[in-house]
């Protein structure tokens, strides 16, 4: 079967969605910009040489946009390893954050302020419960990572959360919760609901959203307070997604998270001049994988809904982990669990060291004669 990949969507189909005057941002033109050009001459190349034989190999440069889903394994398992040296010896939990649909217009047009509320929410509610003596009375480490699709590629907004179950007291002293969720869903989903409406409504009080045509009406103030009353009155469901008991996979599982985009070149299924088939999971736990077709420039108009505002950090961390306090937070926990149980296994590696450590791929094997002798001579760069 042959493989198939968002580029080829792009380099097919591109022209005709710009030319049907579909909206682009800066940041949509941009990225899409960078597949087009990924791993192309456009972007320049490098140059490797064989010693022995003479035989040079040409390496087209990537585009190391954050949405090419070209560009996204070496940067996840690099990832995955520094984070590999902020376990500590707890149990982990993987906690998901949804809002309800209503929001989605809403949201999209003001997408940095209200992703930014989405973070700070979720953040605030884990740590407020975390430190109550009920539940475990101490300041858990957590990485927060925003995702805002479905398998179909429609826009759902939703944070994925990996919470230790262990974490400093104010007392400075390690305390480890049991090996299930230490807190309850119901007083999460509690929480959490309340926290997020009460700042949107500050927000629209202060006059800080935008309202597109698809939300125009939520300018009236009875049409807003109908709006919230309607949005309390939703199940707002948090659920804890998976239990790791102590470290078991769950920095290795949080890695399919976090440098991940809206598709992956695996699960494009066949492309053609006008249409592209891909696959999804089962609408159910258990249920086989779906096959769906799209039009290439509804594939297009989808993927591009998820590409995030410039600047903006999807991946965050909080508690123990947070970046101005991590590593003097991280020393101490070390120290009163009576070691660092995890290290990192890439730090200080060359680019074809981790290739070979993670895919098995040696770069340095000259694929003519055989011979660990394939040196990088050079880079071109693109022209500007």
Not at 141 to 151: F, K, P, R, S, Y
Not at 153 to 160: E, Q, R
Not at 281 to 299: A, E, H, Q, S, Y
Not at 324 to 349: A, C, D, S, V
């Amino acid at each position: 079967m042959p493989e198939h990949s968002v580029k080829e969507i792009w380099d097919l189909s591109y022209v005709s969605f710009s030319s049907s005057g579909a909206f682009q941002s800066d940041v949509q033109k941009k990225t899409s910009s960078a597949i087009l050009a990924c791993r192309t001459s456009r972007l320049g190349y490098n140059v490797s040489f064989c010693s022995d034989c003479g035989y040079t190999r040409i390496h087209y440069n990537s585009c190391r946009n954050r949405n090419c889903p070209n560009c996204q394994a070496v940067n996840k398992e690099i990832w995955v390893d520094k984070r590999r040296a902020e376990v500590i010896d707890a149990p982990y939990f993987h906690v998901v954050f949804t809002l309800p649909h209503e929001l989605n217009p809403l949201i999209y047009c003001n997408q940095k302020i209200l992703y930014e509320l989405l973070h700070r929410c979720c953040a605030e509610t884990l740590l407020q419960l975390s430190a109550d003596k009920k539940y475990l009375g101490a300041t858990p480490g957590i990485i927060q990572v925003l995702h805002t699709w479905d398998q179909e590629l429609n826009y759902h907004v939703h944070m994925h959360c990996i919470i230790s179950g262990g974490g400093l007291t104010d007392a400075h002293q390690l305390k480890r919760s049991r090996s299930s969720f230490f807190i309850p869903v119901y007083v999460l989903r509690d929480k959490f609901k309340g926290k997020y409406l009460s700042c949107l409504d500050v927000l629209y009080k202060n006059g800080e959203l935008c309202f597109s045509s698809s939300c125009e009406k939520l300018r009236n103030s009875m049409e807003w307070y109908a709006f919230k009353d309607a949005l309390y009155k939703k199940d707002w469901c948090p659920y804890i997604k998976e239990t790791f008991n102590r470290f078991g996979n769950a920095i290795e599982y949080l890695g399919r998270y976090t440098n991940k985009i809206a598709i992956g070149n695996s699960r494009i299924v066949d492309v053609t001049d006008t249409q592209t088939t891909f696959s999804a999971r089962g609408k159910r736990p258990g249920d086989p994988r779906r096959m769906i077709t799209l039009d290439n420039r509804v594939f297009i108009s989808r993927y591009l809904l998820h590409v995030l505002p410039s600047g903006f950090h999807k991946i965050r961390y909080y508690g123990f982990l947070n970046n101005r306090w991590k590593t003097r937070n991280l020393r101490l926990i070390f120290k009163l669990q009576n070691g660092q149980r995890f290290r990192q296994r890439y730090e200080n590696m060359s680019m074809a060291d981790i290739l070979k450590a993670v895919w098995g791929r040696d770069v340095r094997i000259c694929p003519c004669c055989g011979g660990c002798t394939m040196l990088n001579i050079g880079r071109i760069y693109a022209r500007k």
